[in-house]
């Protein structure tokens, strides 16, 4: 295994060669790599004390945390797979993801659902999802052996760290998967995309160029660390042997004193959060000098350095997915490209194929296809839809592109429909599904409508029942409680009858008819 290089292989090498590097800052918490190489090890050895072994999973349930990243590089180092889930998912989203991991050990903060989520597993008998606190039979993992062991993060986290010791782990394969980011839930619920190390390092070497990063990079994890654009620039910066600094979520004034204390290069940021920066700054109370990046306004500008690596000059653009590790083409490889979305990263290959998987000719539309070193290594527990995703050897995307003469990528839009808010992708399969369980709805269909501030605000047309009653705000409320907040809709159309494409709704008719647009893409 002389060519294999993972996650947990890269920190033990910053260990010896960057002793005196800080590698994490959260709160009060500062460690150096060879601190952070130590607390690995002994959260690895105590993670494999209670039973996790190679291929188990391991679930995160928090906000964003020094321990998300202690958590990958310890089941990078055992041999497990870590999954940081969407924290503001509803209950039963998460009862989804629970059932469906079938994780080893959860790692959880207080909150409504995981608590709620936490008193029902713990309560289930052993011959359904365990105890709770048990531990395996020695030599066998967890998940295989019935039970799931719960820690409560902060000082039941701690305490697990302090219980293990330091010892020598086996080699493991850097094509193993490592992590699992949740995704793609065109069908109403999602699946977990498998990510290995070398996945992983493929696409931080390439962001590194793009981004020039460099020695001293020093990134603030302010976006949410189940969400692919955050974790690959936590850990580019892991590559390049940075600093990582955690804050919960973002907050804006507690992002400008952050990056005046900890002399942040970059951090998870957009728009409105942009916005809301300069807002918190007015009148220069922080030093926000040492951000090196993306040009905004002139307010915005005054306060960073703007910086001039194909990254930031391009503003930040490109095409990218979860199942591609992040960014699977740069606008920063084309600048003065004709596609928006650039070129492919230097370690993948794309193609834009048609119905019939054959490669369209320049300017003709078909869908984005990769393969290569940063490509996931499918859906966790999903055979059908792995053999359907990568067949002919390709990984088909589910989007629709199209390469223009001089080379470049232009992103046309998912091929089934796709909602952004924000930074979020919403799904219309997941909003009508819980839309459909209200027992007055007949049936429902959801769009996207404009919103100058968001992109996208989610909209429904609802049938009722012939003898249903139920309000926009009842509805709403109804989904709300089953998906994450920002999924519901903002508006509700009440109609006779969706109409139909098949058994599919007819979602041209429906934009038309609602006021539905401004969808990814063109």
């Known amino acids: 295994m002389i060519h294999s290089l993972s996650l947990s292989d890269v920190l033990a090498e910053h260990a010896r060669s960057r002793p005196q590097v800080t590698a994490v800052v959260d709160g009060d918490v500062r460690l150096t790599y060879p601190e952070l190489d130590a607390r690995v090890t002994r959260l690895a050895s105590a993670l494999a004390d209670r039973g996790v072994a190679a291929g188990d999973r391991v679930l995160w349930l928090g906000q964003n945390a020094h321990a998300v990243l202690e958590?990958?590089?310890?089941?990078?180092?055992?041999?497990?797979?870590?999954?940081?889930?969407?924290?503001?998912?509803?209950?039963?989203?998460?009862?989804?993801?629970?059932?469906?991991?079938?994780?080893?050990?959860?790692?959880?903060?207080?909150?409504?659902?995981?608590?709620?989520?936490?008193?029902?597993?713990?309560?289930?008998?052993?011959?359904?999802?365990?105890?709770?606190?048990?531990?395996?039979?020695?030599?066998?993992?967890?998940?295989?052996?019935?039970?799931?062991?719960?820690?409560?993060?902060?000082?039941?986290?701690?305490?697990?760290?302090?219980?293990?010791?330091?010892?020598?782990?086996?080699?493991?394969?850097?094509?193993?998967?490592?992590?699992?980011?949740?995704?793609?839930?065109?069908?109403?619920?999602?699946?977990?995309?498998?990510?290995?190390?070398?996945?992983?390092?493929?696409?931080?070497?390439?962001?590194?160029?793009?981004?020039?990063?460099?020695?001293?990079?020093?990134?603030?994890?302010?976006?949410?660390?189940?969400?692919?654009?955050?974790?690959?620039?936590?850990?580019?910066?892991?590559?390049?042997?940075?600093?990582?600094?955690?804050?919960?979520?973002?907050?804006?004034?507690?992002?400008?004193?952050?990056?005046?204390?900890?002399?942040?290069?970059?951090?998870?940021?957009?728009?409105?959060?942009?916005?809301?920066?300069?807002?918190?700054?007015?009148?220069?109370?922080?030093?926000?000098?040492?951000?090196?990046?993306?040009?905004?306004?002139?307010?915005?500008?005054?306060?960073?350095?703007?910086?001039?690596?194909?990254?930031?000059?391009?503003?930040?653009?490109?095409?990218?997915?979860?199942?591609?590790?992040?960014?699977?083409?740069?606008?920063?490889?084309?600048?003065?490209?004709?596609?928006?979305?650039?070129?492919?990263?230097?370690?993948?290959?794309?193609?834009?194929?048609?119905?019939?998987?054959?490669?369209?000719?320049?300017?003709?539309?078909?869908?984005?296809?990769a393969r290569g070193k940063s490509l996931f290594s499918g859906y966790f527990a999903r055979p059908d839809l792995n053999a359907e995703k990568s067949r002919n050897g390709w990984h088909h995307t589910g989007d629709l592109g199209r390469r223009e003469p001089d080379g470049t990528i232009t992103f046309i839009g998912p091929k089934l429909r796709m909602i952004k808010s924000g930074a979020e992708n919403i799904y219309p399969a997941e909003v009508e599904r819980a839309l459909k369980s209200h027992p007055a709805v007949a049936d429902a269909a959801v769009i996207g409508i404009p919103d100058p501030t968001w992109h996208q605000a989610v909209k429904a047309v609802v049938a009722l029942k012939a003898d249903g009653v139920a309000t926009a705000d009842e509805l709403i409320e109804h989904v709300k409680k089953q998906v994450a907040s920002y999924k519901k809709p903002r508006e509700v159309a009440f109609v006779d009858t969706i109409p139909k494409r098949g058994f599919t709704p007819d979602y041209d008719a429906l934009d038309a008819a609602h006021g539905g647009g401004n969808y990814p893409g063109l």
Request: charged content about 15%; glycine content about 10%; overall charge negative.
């Open 71 to 369: 958590l990958l590089l310890a089941c990078s180092r055992l041999g497990a797979i870590f999954c940081p889930a969407n924290w503001r998912q509803s209950e039963d989203e998460l009862r989804f993801i629970r059932t469906d991991l079938t994780p080893a050990a959860v790692v959880w903060e207080p909150s409504d659902a995981t608590t709620s989520l936490h008193a029902q597993s713990t309560a289930a008998p052993a011959s359904s999802e365990g105890s709770g606190e048990g531990q395996a039979p020695s030599g066998a993992g967890a998940a295989e052996n019935g039970t799931m062991v719960w820690v409560r993060a902060g000082e039941d986290y701690e305490e697990l760290v302090a219980s293990g010791s330091v010892r020598e782990f086996p080699q493991v394969a850097d094509t193993e998967p490592t992590l699992a980011l949740y995704t793609a839930a065109f069908a109403g619920r999602p699946n977990a995309a498998l990510l290995s190390s070398a996945a992983l390092i493929a696409h931080s070497a390439s962001l590194l160029v793009v981004r020039q990063m460099e020695p001293g990079f020093t990134f603030l994890n302010n976006g949410p660390l189940f969400h692919v654009g955050t974790m690959m620039f936590c850990l580019a910066t892991l590559q390049i042997g940075g600093t990582n600094v955690f804050t919960p979520a973002f907050d804006a004034e507690e992002v400008c004193r952050l990056i005046d204390a900890e002399r942040v290069t970059q951090a998870f940021l957009f728009g409105q959060m942009i916005d809301a920066v300069v807002k918190a700054n007015a009148g220069g109370k922080y030093d926000l000098s040492s951000l090196r990046f993306v040009s905004h306004s002139a307010e915005w500008d005054s306060m960073i350095t703007v910086d001039d690596s194909p990254w930031c000059r391009s503003k930040m653009g490109g095409y990218g997915q979860t199942e591609v590790g992040g960014m699977l083409t740069f606008l920063g490889l084309a600048e003065g490209g004709a596609g928006f979305a650039g070129r492919p990263s230097p370690l993948v290959q794309v193609r834009i194929l048609g119905p019939d998987d054959s490669e369209m000719p320049p300017g003709e539309v078909g869908e984005i296809c």
